[in-house]
């Protein structure tokens, strides 16, 4: 019964912002790191951002300034904003769910994405 649901994806032009959302549910919430990925065709899964136990968040360079991760404990749901839009962000992108750091592959719970497509 453990889900992560991913929504807020879409098709927005670049320089847009986005807010994708990520529902957590079967597990509990608080204990867990919540973190940010994604997937672009023909690329590597990319870990972009982590929420922790505590709130502090963590980002990888590339995102760093444009992307802001956040938790709502009490609504079960990890946020990512994004924020000047580029069309190499285009990917689906995943929530991951792990006791302790986020980990780039072996995470407990991971959902099952939505697409983001900027277009130029």
């Known amino acids: 019964q453990v889900q992560l649901v991913e929504s807020g994806g879409g098709v927005v032009q670049a320089g847009g912002s986005l807010r994708l959302s990520c529902a957590a549910s079967g597990f509990t919430f608080s204990m867990y790191s919540m973190g940010w990925f994604r997937q672009a065709p023909g690329k590597d899964r990319e870990w972009l951002a982590e929420a922790r136990q505590n709130d502090f968040q963590y980002y990888t360079p590339s995102v760093a300034g444009r992307f802001t991760v956040s938790r709502d404990n009490s609504k079960n749901t990890v946020y990512l904003q994004m924020n000047s839009l580029k069309p190499e962000d285009t990917a689906v992108y995943y929530c991951?769910?792990?006791?302790?750091?986020?980990?780039?592959?072996?995470?407990?719970?991971w959902g099952q994405g939505t697409r983001v497509t900027v277009s130029s």
């Open positions: 991951a769910a792990n006791r302790g750091a986020i980990k780039i592959l072996d995470n407990e719970h």
